[in-house]
């Protein structure tokens, strides 16, 4: 099973409050934990919203594009990772490893074609199967 663990944002990642020299060699070891027991397939910190932008869709397909920073929203990311374990309490277990005194911190499964099993015809899953093949590729 694939997850993704969200770091939700702080007033400090917000106003682009970087890491310490500590606490990122402290983050560089739990990444290095996690690669060589083949947990983490991705991950990387994100700018603060005011470096973003939104982008709503109505029911017309008309698009809204709103600029950062979104002070309206109450819950922000801050980074990511991709993880791959058998469970989400192995990922739990992982996460209670992280190197994080203060915060929040979120993990989500993530679903593949699998659950559209009901709608996916073939061309679209030779298709998923065709874009996997190609991001794998590029990965090397």
């Known amino acids: 099973m694939r997850f993704m663990v ?11 409050v970087m890491p310490t020299a500590a ?7 739990y990444n290095e934990e996690l690669v ?17 932008a939104r982008v709503a869709f109505d029911s017309t397909g008309a698009t809204t594009v709103t600029d950062g920073p979104f002070a309206e929203t109450k819950e922000l990311i801050a980074g990511f990772w ?8 192995e990922a739990v277990e992982w996460l209670k490893k ?6 929040e911190v979120e993990i989500r499964q993530v679903h593949g074609a699998e659950a559209f099993a009901d709608v996916v015809t073939p061309e679209i899953q030779q ?5 996997r093949e190609q991001l794998s590729a590029r990965a090397q």
Do not use: H
Not at 23 to 29: Q, R, V
Not at 98 to 103: C, D, E, N, S
């Open 127 to 131: 298709q998923e199967e065709r874009l």
């Open 82 to 89: 991709i993880w791959e374990l058998p469970s989400l309490e």
């Open 36 to 52: 060589k027991a083949g947990v983490m397939l991705a991950g990387d910190g994100l700018y603060p919203s005011s470096k973003g």
């Open 6 to 16: 969200i770091v939700k944002a702080n007033e400090d990642s917000e106003n682009g």
């Open 23 to 29: 606490e990122l060699a402290a983050m560089g070891d």
């Open 98 to 103: 992280a190197p994080f005194r203060t915060g």
